[in-house]
């Protein structure tokens, strides 16, 4: 989202230290291989297809926003911005045509597209998919005895320092004084959160409504609170997700300055136009856009994943969990979403969304779509043929932290 840094998952990078690989010269040592269509999966997709249309839209302006020939890997191909946005379109097209009929839909990819999937999909120790949403807090932009803890905009001498203050520095007011105060809000601990995911919406005491967005950080490595609350036997496995880790914090009010001091990453924001703007700077649709490492996958890509996600009662407890198979773009990163196993899923904004993200923790299947085109044309060559990377800044929670 936006910069977005939730891409919280909050809940996983507690667990995870996955370490990265990165890309390998040779097609056998490639965390992405290109599928034999008897190989393809049956594609289903259990939510309304008008955001899919919207996110892939919105993802054609990304695109249009690159040159035609630049270039993206997948695997072991490499395709140009001109095709990949002929795909999508393509992609558009198909599921006008097809109305709703997954089976056409199946036949349509089959005959005409190239899958990737990512090699380790069927291992026990796949892909881990976790979730993000775009969170709202309470502010006024001065500050009172309620509204007490600022949002802070990035100094000048930010990226020209390093290492720049940490976050306990910053707590204890070593930037105070200097009019960087973007905006006050009333919960501590609901802000900790914010850094994480990396945008949100702030409701103002006024009535109006600011959205903030990722703006920098002051360069030190993320470290998740969640695995040190477990490694003190604080909490166990079960209870840590971003709900369990926010009740323990406010049952132990003195246990907050040195557990948030743990991490001693810092978020500095900026307000921004829309809602939840994703790595490619478009905004994010809730429930179609995945987050993960783009020095591995392709940015902008057409994706889809299936994985499981909660049922939940009306009173909002999880009850069991059902399957999620979705069409989605990948247009997101984050700070702890590192490593081909790492995928997190954009929820969006409101209660539902941050149930989900904030306990969703499951493993699943990730693949990549992309329209053939002859051989010849997208094959990669070793020696000549480089990839081209677009990491737009994000500020969406998820794009430069991620995890609890």
Same mark, same amino acid.
């Given at each position: ?82 095709? +990949? *946005?002929? #795909? =999508? ?15 056409? /839909? !199946? @036949? ?28 709202? +807090? *309470?502010? #006024? =932009? ?15 001498? /930010? !990226? @020209? ?32 959160? =914010? ?210």
């Amino acid at each position: 989202m936006r910069r977005i840094i939730l891409v919280v998952a909050l809940y996983v990078a507690l667990l995870l230290s996955t370490t990265i690989q990165g890309c390998a010269s040779v097609e056998a040592g490639l965390p992405v291989k290109r599928l034999e269509p008897s190989q393809y999966p049956t594609f289903t997709d259990d939510y309304n297809l008008t955001g899919l249309r919207e996110a892939i839209n919105r993802n054609l302006v990304y695109l249009n926003r690159l040159d035609d020939t630049k270039s993206f890997t997948y695997g072991p191909d490499v395709y140009t911005v001109k095709h +990949l *946005k002929e #795909s =999508l379109n393509d992609f558009l097209d198909a599921l006008k045509r097809s109305n709703g009929d997954l089976a056409a /839909l !199946n @036949k349509h990819i089959r005959q005409h597209y190239a899958v990737y999937a990512y090699r380790g999909n069927n291992n026990p120790d796949g892909i881990i998919v976790t979730g993000y949403f775009v969170p709202t +807090l *309470k502010g #006024s =932009l001065h500050s009172s005895d309620t509204f007490r803890y600022p949002l802070y905009r990035p100094p000048q001498e /930010l !990226n @020209k320092v390093v290492p720049f203050l940490t976050r306990q520095e910053i707590d204890a007011g070593a930037l105070s004084g200097r009019g960087l105060e973007l905006l006050y809000v009333d919960d501590r601990v609901d802000l900790f959160f =914010l850094h994480i995911q990396g945008s949100g919406v702030i409701e103002l005491d006024t009535g109006d409504v600011l959205y903030v967005g990722y703006a920098g950080t002051n360069g030190h490595d993320y470290r998740s609170i969640g695995k040190l609350l477990m490694e003190e036997n604080r909490m166990d496995n079960r209870s840590v997700s971003m709900q369990g880790i926010k009740a323990y914090l406010r049952e132990h009010p003195e246990e907050i300055d040195r557990v948030m001091a743990h991490n001693p990453s810092y978020v500095f924001f900026t307000t921004t136009q829309e809602i939840g703007i994703g790595a490619c700077n478009v905004p994010l649709v809730s429930g179609r856009a995945i987050a993960t490492d783009l020095s591995i996958y392709p940015q902008g890509a057409l994706s889809y994943i299936s994985t499981k996600k909660a049922v939940l009662d009306n009173n909002d407890r999880i009850t069991g969990y059902t399957p999620l198979t979705r069409f989605v773009v990948n247009q997101d990163t984050g700070k702890a979403i590192v490593g081909p196993k790492r995928v997190d899923f954009f929820w969006g904004r409101g209660k539902h969304a941050e149930i989900q993200a904030g306990t969703m923790r499951q493993s699943g299947n990730l693949y990549f779509l992309v329209k053939k085109q002859p051989q010849k044309e997208h094959k990669k060559d070793n020696k000549k043929s480089t990839t081209q990377k677009h990491h737009a800044k994000s500020t969406t929670s998820h794009v430069k932290q991620n995890g609890k």
